[in-house]
């Protein structure tokens, strides 16, 4: 399926007529914010994992004794 630019400027303007001009950069902005939030989180991920990790091994060492 090859898009041309027909395509394109019907769907821009099916989008602004549906959502309006002023929805549209606050939309952008959202996601913009939620794949940053995404990104922050699977990079931390991780860290997190390790800390459980550790944590579980301590939890079964004190279990030994």
Do not use: Y
């Amino acid at each position: 399926m090859r898009g041309g630019i027909w395509e394109i400027i019907l769907i821009v303007l099916l989008v602004l007529i549906l959502f309006g001009s002023a929805k549209i950069p606050a939309m952008a902005r959202n996601i913009a914010q939620g794949i940053k939030t995404f990104k922050n989180e699977v990079k931390d991920e991780p860290k997190k994992t390790k800390k459980v990790q550790s944590k579980k091994v301590v939890s079964k060492t004190n279990k030994k004794k």
